[in-house]
């Protein structure tokens, strides 16, 4: 599976929690977000986005997001 680096902008993020079903799903197979490797905390108008011990940067997450709160690029192996 390629690995990716993902920025994150949590300034463009509006916590609808698309990338935490998408990797819910593709790990767990059902849609949990509690399941997700990536998290997504909403507090008043602000969001965070953080990544589990567990994320393995495949991405997912990126594709699901339609507000590009999130970006990747492929990591360059040294």
Partial sequence: MKRFLIE???ELCTGCL???LACSEVYTGAFNPS??????QVSDNECSISFTEDCTY???CVDHCFYDALKKRLEEKA
Avoid: H
């Avoid at 399941?35 to 997504?40: G, L, Q, Y």
């Fill in 58 to 60: 495949c991405g997912i």
């Fill in 18 to 20: 698309r990338c935490e």
């Fill in 35 to 40: 399941a997700a490797r990536i998290k997504v």
């Fill in 8 to 10: 994150v902008r949590p």
